[in-house]
Every structure is written in structure tokens, then in C-alpha cells.
């Protein structure tokens, strides 16, 4: 039975059936094991995008023109910024130094909020044209949309003020016609699914590390660290550099590559 | 190494070191949880086979007797996940591999026991999900195909939730035993010392950890595609149901190795005490388990040999399971070898593992028919498939367990089971195992397809025949849980730290162990299959 109620700051936790140096080596393994098994989860995603975009290239390449690349690359920038900063967090823990721990850690997870707070922009941008599933059509007359693939059409709809130029609704059963030139395109539907599963699913990690690192966070605050046991920084900045790396495959491959 | 048959015994043990639920609720002692989780899965066990009779009740004569089609359908869709994702998966490893991993490296406990605890919740979770869905039951086949799975009204999103959450149970215990045997191993305990059956645990717990997440990953997708219609798997949509396949056996086919590879291991411990005689070729074993998990990631579409795959990928996929089969014969050839002019005692424990051996025999090279292209465009969806994968997982897995239950029975609970009833369940197991499945090769190879619920009236003798088969083996299985579960409550017959003198640590330690499993951390010297040979430390 492990023995979490003496814990001293500064000094490792001490499990009955470990030694602290076979614990610390333990608990990187476990964790370097759980991130191959996260990256295994998000290689089923890479494989379905990369087989449907060599099936379908032109509308893929369409499709990722309503992605701003500006956007993904300040995430980028923050993401990796970020990822500097847990590292610099490990290094100040190994130190014994918990208040740049803590500081460091909390502009990590600052980094975090800006991430998500560009990634509900540009979700929301999406929702508000109508390119968000769930989103239903309004009513429409035929041909009342000029292109509607570009941004130049678009229908207006009187809640909300809406400017959408696609519709996404679970039912396409009796829709208008003007409703169904507004549909998204199955192929739209394809990169779009895609899109928003694996940038949603990376944001929920984001939102796990963030957590993660809070609680880190945390026992800095109450120097819980030193030379003997920076165990939980180490594995925390791990778990965020996965974060990092994730993106760092996703962004090319969805703002960047045409 | 020597034997211990002197362990000193005492009345506190791991069972009645604390007895309130809560103790046994909040437990982080591996050999509690070991029990919970086989408490679960029996009852799972029960409720898999339940279906499964009554499947056999209905195929036992030609024509529509009790069951609608649709009804049908659901059962065998809920005994093929029932038994698979709530049973056999967790199966050997969360019940034996819990409760013996840390005895047989000489640890106190697993890597992460707080993990563990957390994976048998995780556990019960998607259990009370499964069952939740049983409300409006699925009809898909345990496999979802798309598009069936993507149109059809049942709860097909919460049956498949369910699966997510089982498979984060079995990511957990996997990650824990690996990082186990890695960093747990007394002193003097080195790789080529362990135990066959911690070989076992690690090569499923790599499988466990690495392929499971693939799953959950694929059925997510299926739930999105079924919340939000976006068209992976729908060819309408411009998607692919073969995809689906592709990604579901990428993990549906290692799965078959988590099942088995621990049943292995059990056979290679079992065998050798009762033959008093070393294991013939411990290290290739040990080398042949590991190959099996890793050659097994890469057979995945022999499943789909006739599902539109092209000509090449099949040729590649069809030589490769030839390949796979190659470590498992290598096992199978030492265990025979290892009988070979032994000293052979005919209890319990190895009549299951002789009785594994001739029928794992019959399944892998079954499953060599399959894997041969030609013959797989006859065979496949048919009864011959059932019968084989019967013959691996039952055949296999099941009575690898069942023989591990009762190996380590004495161990466990302290207690000695009766060894003549023991005997007699095992008989019925067997025949009423082989009376079911070997007529169902026949049935296949005259072209009876599965998941049918009716038949040609030509086929009926054969599936009487099965339905038969089936009633006996369920007794058989009663019997023998009835027999253990008597025994360990109405026995008075204390059992020694050392009933069969087997080498390995998990018998240095009094029977049921000690809450810290040893009473001084043991060291070990040789490994543990040195039977028969005169000087201490001869070695292999």
C-alpha cells in the first residue's frame, strides 16, 4: 500500500515496494509508455486524413483554403514558446528553485489559454458560415447564393446575424433546393470531420496538460520539489511536449500543405 | 534455487488483513484486485455462455423454433462482445497476471497499484455501460462493420463507448506490467531468469498498451460518424467501409495474442512441475513470445482476405500469418519435449494443459487453412472460421485459465480443491468442448455460413450434434467453478506454501501470501525450471 500521507517537501514520496531512484526511473518509463499510446490514438486520425486527401486532392486542397494560416502559426508560436517554458520548469525544479517553477509553469498554462482562445475563433468563425455540423440551413431561395464556395455569397439569416454560406444539418431530408446548394459537400464533410476531430481532440489534450501542469503547479507552490524529486515537473513538461508535437504535425499538414 | 517447502505460516494473510468493504473497495493490493476483476469477468463469462446456449438451443433443429431472426442476431452480436471485451481481453492477465506478477518477480506490489486500482474501476465503468445498452441491444456482429453499424436503431454508440472506456482499463494494466517487470524484479531475478508466465504478461502487456489505443481511436470515429454523419466510412459520402476493417482488426488481430500469449505462459509453467522435468528450451519460449506480439501487428488483414483488398496486399498478408504460426509451433514443440521421459502426473492442473496443447494443435493449424488464400474464399464466414477462432480462444485461452485457477488455487485461497471432481469437470469440458466445435469444421466445409440464424434441413444432424456438445460444456464449466468456488468456502484442509514443489517464487511465500506477498524481499540465483537436475544451480 503506498504511503501518500507523509509527504515532506522536498523529499520523494516513499512508496513501501520502490526505492525513490527506481521509482523516478519507473515513472518516466510508465510515462514514456503512455505517450506512445497517445500517439497511437492520434495516428489513426493521420492515417484517415492522409488516405482521403490522396483520394480526393482537389477538394481537400479547396477545402483547406478556408483554413488562416496565421492563426495556426501564432499557435505554433505560442505552442512551442510554451514547450520552452515547461522545459525551463524542469530545469529550475532540478534546481530545487519551486517559485520558478511555479512562475514558469503558470505562464505554460497561460500559453495553454491563448492556444484555445485562437482555437475558439477560428471555430466560431467556421460556426458563424455555417460550416459546423449541426449548423441548419436556412431558408433560401434558389440561386440566391453567389459561389458558394468562395466567401463572396452567403446568406444572411435574421437570428443572429449569420452570414452563412454552407449548411451542415444531421437531416438532409426534405430540404429546398436553394437549401441544398448550400450543403456542405460530402468531400467538405470528409476534410471538415477530419479537421475538426483532430484539432479537437489535440484541444482536449491541451485542456488535459493544462490541468496537468496546474496541479504541478501547485505543490511547486508548496515546495514540493527539490534535487531529490522533481518527478511530477519531469512528467508533466513530458506529457506537454506531446502536446506540442501533435500541433506541430497537425499545422502543416491542415493550414500549410496544398 | 532452492525449494522452501519449510515457509514458515502464520494466520494473517492478504485475505483477512483488513475486512471491511471499504478495505476491499479502496484496495491497491494486487492480489485483491486480481480477485475482483475474477469475480467480474466470471459472472460476464456466465451471462456470454448464457447467450451462447441459447443460440444452440435455437440452431439444434432446422427452421424457426423459439428466437426471431433479429433476436438472434442481437445474441450473437452481445456473446461476441460480452465475451471478448468484458471476459477473455481482461481475461488471464488482470486475474492471474495481477495477483502472480509481483510474487514471481519477488516484488510487494505492481509499478503503479493506485493505477491499478483505477484500471479495475475504469473496468466496472464500461461494464455498467455494456449493460446499459443491453436495453436496446445491438445486432452488428462484436465486429460493427460499417455501414450496417452506422444505420442500424440499436445503441451502437453506447455499446462502443463501453468498448473506449474497457480498452483504457487494459491500456493501464498493460503500461503498469511492463514498467513492472522492467523496474520490479528482486535482486538476481534477470531476464533470463523469469518465469514463462511473466514472459507471457510482458509480451501481452506491450500488445495491450500499443494496439488497444487503435481501437478506441476507431470506434470514436464510428461514434462521430453516427452523431455527425461525416462520411469516413460511408461509401455514399465518398468514404470507405473497408477502412473501418482496416483499423479495426489493426488492433482485432494483436487482441487474439492478449488472449493467448498469457494462456501460453500458463502451460509453460504448469507443464513443467508435473513433468518434474526443465523446460525444454526456455529461452526460445521466452524469444517465441515476444515474437508472436510483434509478428502479430502485422497480420491484421488475413481477416479480410476476401473483402476487396487487392491481390498483392492478400499474397502479403497470407504468407505473413504463415509466419506468425512459425514461434507458436516452436512452443508447442518444447512443451511436448519438455513431457518427453519426464515424470508425469496426471492432476488436475495438467490434464487443461495437455488438454490446451492437443487443442491448440487443432486451432493453429486451422488456422493455417485460413490463412491459404485459395481455401479462405470457401471458408471464409463460414462455420470452419467459427470453429477455429472456438478452438483458439476457448480452446486456448479459456482453459489456460481454468487450468491456472486451478494450479494456483492452493495458493490463493489456502485451500486444497477435490481433486476427483476437479477431474470430472474436466472431462466434460473437453468432450462437450470438442463434441460442439469439431462438427462445426464439417458444417463450414459444407458451406454452412455463420451468423445464420437458420439452416438447410441437411445441415441439422451436425448441428444437433453442437447444440449437444454445448450443454455438456456448460455443465462442464459449472462444475468445475462450482468445484472451486466449494472448496475455497467449505474446505478445512489448509494447503501448504507448496503443494506441487514447484520452483518459482510465488510458492517461497505461505499460501494465501501475505499482505507484502514476502516476508524478507527474496534473491534468486537460477532460474525457475531447474526440476530433476542433482546440483543446485546447474543451470540451462
Redesign the interface.
Known amino acids: 500500500?503506498?504511503s501518500v500521507a507523509q509527504t515532506i517537501p522536498g523529499e520523494p514520496p516513499h512508496?513501501?515496494?520502490?526505492t525513490p531512484t527506481?521509482a523516478y526511473?519507473?515513472a518516466k518509463?510508465?510515462m514514456w509508455?503512455?505517450l506512445?499510446?497517445?500517439i497511437?490514438?492520434?495516428?489513426?486520425?493521420f492515417?484517415?486524413f492522409a488516405?482521403?486527401r490522396w483520394?480526393?486532392l482537389g477538394e481537400f486542397h479547396d477545402a483547406s483554403l478556408n483554413l488562416d494560416w496565421k492563426l495556426g502559426a501564432l499557435n505554433t508560436a505560442v505552442l512551442i514558446l510554451s514547450s520552452f517554458t515547461a522545459a525551463l520548469a524542469v530545469d529550475a525544479a532540478q534546481r530545487g528553485n519551486n517559485k520558478r517553477v511555479k512562475h514558469l509553469l503558470l505562464f505554460t498554462v497561460m500559453c495553454g489559454g491563448i492556444f484555445l482562445v485562437v482555437k475558439y475563433f477560428e471555430y466560431s468563425h467556421k460556426y458563424h458560415i455555417g460550416l459546423f455540423?449541426?449548423v441548419e440551413c436556412p431558408v433560401v431561395e434558389a440561386g440566391a447564393l453567389h459561389g458558394s464556395e468562395g466567401h463572396g455569397g452567403g446568406a444572411d439569416v435574421a437570428e443572429g446575424g449569420h452570414h452563412l454560406e454552407y449548411c451542415w444539418p444531421?437531416d438532409t431530408s426534405g430540404l429546398s433546393e436553394g437549401q441544398r446548394e448550400m450543403l456542405v459537400s460530402?468531400?467538405y464533410?470528409?476534410y471538415f470531420?477530419?479537421y475538426y476531430?483532430m484539432t479537437g481532440l489535440h484541444a482536449l489534450h491541451v485542456i488535459i496538460g493544462m490541468l496537468l501542469l496546474s496541479w504541478v503547479c501547485f505543490h511547486a507552490s508548496r515546495n514540493r520539489f527539490s534535487e531529490k524529486y522533481y518527478t511530477p515537473v519531469e512528467l508533466g513538461a513530458l506529457y506537454w511536449h506531446l502536446v506540442d508535437l501533435i500541433w506541430i504535425y497537425l499545422f502543416p499538414l491542415l493550414y500549410l500543405v496544398d | 534455487m532452492t525449494v522452501h517447502s519449510d515457509v514458515a505460516h502464520n494466520n494473517k494473510n492478504y485475505l483477512n488483513h483488513e475486512t471491511t468493504l471499504w478495505s476491499w473497495l479502496s484496495t491497491?493490493?494486487h492480489k485483491r484486485i486480481g480477485l475482483m476483476y475474477l469475480f467480474t469477468i466470471t459472472g460476464f463469462f456466465i451471462v456470454g455462455g448464457l447467450a451462447a446456449l441459447t443460440m444452440r438451443m435455437e440452431l439444434a433443429s432446422s427452421g424457426a423454433d423459439f428466437l426471431s431472426p433479429e433476436q438472434y442476431n442481437v445474441l450473437f452480436t452481445l456473446h461476441g462482445a460480452i465475451m471478448i471485451f468484458l471476459f477473455i481481453v481482461p481475461g488471464i492477465p488482470a486475474t492471474m497476471g495481477n495477483f502472480l506478477l509481483?510474487l514471481m518477480i519477488g516484488?510487494?506490489?505492481v509499478?503503479?497499484?493506485?493505477l491499478n486500482l483505477l484500471s479495475f474501476y475504469i473496468y466496472v465503468v464500461g461494464a455498467f455501460m455494456a449493460l446499459y445498452a443491453l436495453l436496446n441491444p445491438i445486432d452488428t456482429g462484436w465486429t460493427f462493420y460499417a455501414p450496417y453499424s452506422m444505420q442500424t436503431q440499436s445503441a451502437v454508440i453506447l455499446m462502443t463507448g463501453a468498448a473506449f472506456v474497457l480498452g483504457f482499463s487494459s491500456?493501464l494494466t498493460g503500461?503498469?506490467f511492463?514498467?513492472t517487470v522492467?523496474?520490479?524484479r528482486c535482486p538476481g531475478m534477470t531476464w533470463d531468469r523469469l518465469p514463462v508466465f511473466v514472459w507471457g504478461l510482458y509480451a501481452t502487456a506491450v500488445i495491450q498498451?500499443?494496439?488497444?489505443?487503435?481501437i478506441?481511436?476507431?470506434l470514436l470515429?464510428l461514434i462521430?460518424e453516427r452523431w455527425?454523419?461525416?462520411?469516413?466510412f460511408n461509401p455514399?459520402?465518398?468514404?470507405?467501409p473497408v477502412?473501418f476493417e482496416h483499423?479495426f482488426w489493426f488492433y482485432s488481430h494483436p487482441v487474439v495474442y492478449i488472449m493467448v500469449l498469457p494462456a501460453f505462459g500458463v502451460v509453460g509453467e504448469i507443464i513443467p512441475v508435473f513433468s518434474r522435468k526443465p523446460l525444454f528450451g526456455y529461452k526460445m519460449v521466452c524469444y517465441a513470445s515476444v515474437a508472436i506480439a510483434l509478428v502479430g501487428f502485422l497480420v491484421w488483414a488475413h481477416h479480410m482476405l476476401v473483402a476487396g483488398i487487392s491481390d498483392t496486399s492478400a499474397i502479403y498478408f497470407s504468407v505473413i500469418t504463415f509466419g506468425v504460426a512459425i514461434p507458436t509451433a516452436i512452443k508447442v514443440f518444447n512443451w511436448v519435449s519438455t513431457m518427453y521421459k519426464g515424470s508425469i502426473s496426471f492432476d488436475t492442473p495438467m490434464l487443461y494443459a495437455m488438454g490446451f496443447v492437443f487443442l491448440f494443435m487443432i486451432a493453429g493449424t486451422t488456422g493455417i487453412y485460413l490463412a491459404t488464400l485459395a481455401v479462405d474464399v470457401f471458408y471464409h464466414d463460414t462455420y470452419f472460421v467459427v470453429a477455429h477462432f472456438h478452438y483458439t480462444i476457448q480452446g486456448g485461452a479459456v482453459i489456460g485459465l481454468i487450468a491456472a485457477l486451478h494450479f494456483w488455487f492452493p495458493k490463493m485461497t489456502g485451500k486444497m480443491y477435490n481433486e476427483p471432481l476437479a477431474k470430472i469437470a474436466f472431462v466434460l469440458v473437453f468432450v462437450g468442448f470438442n463434441l460442439t466445435f469439431l462438427p462445426q469444421f464439417v458444417l463450414g466445409m459444407e458451406g454452412m455460413p455463420r451468423r445464420y440464424f437458420d439452416y438447410l434441413p441437411e445441415f441439422e444432424g451436425l448441428h444437433r450434434l453442437s447444440s449437444y456438445g454445448a450443454v455438456v460444456n456448460g455443465f462442464g464449466y459449472t462444475f468445475a467453478l462450482l468445484n472451486l468456488l466449494g472448496a475455497w468456502i467449505f474446505s478445512k484442509k489448509q494447503a501448504p506454501a507448496n503443494p506441487y514443489n514447484s520452483l518459482s517464487l510465488e510458492w517461497n511465500t505461505q499460501s494465501p501470501p501475505i499482505h507484502?506477498n514476502f516476508e524478507e524481499t527474496p534473491s534468486v540465483t537460477d532460474y525457475p525450471y531447474a526440476y530433476g537436475t542433482p546440483v543446485e544451480g546447474g543451470g540451462h
Open positions: 500500500m503506498t512508496p513501501h515496494h520502490w527506481n526511473h519507473g518509463l510508465g509508455l503512455f506512445a499510446t497517445e497511437l490514438l492520434f495516428s489513426v486520425l492515417t484517415a488516405l482521403y483520394a480526393y455540423p449541426g444531421k460530402s468531400k464533410k470528409m470531420g477530419l476531430c | 491497491v493490493d509481483p516484488a510487494k506490489d509499478a503503479f497499484p493506485r491500456i503500461l503498469n511492463v514498467v522492467h523496474r520490479l498498451t500499443l494496439a488497444t489505443p487503435v478506441g481511436m476507431t470515429l462521430v455527425l454523419g461525416v462520411g469516413i455514399a459520402m465518398g468514404g470507405d477502412l483499423l507484502e
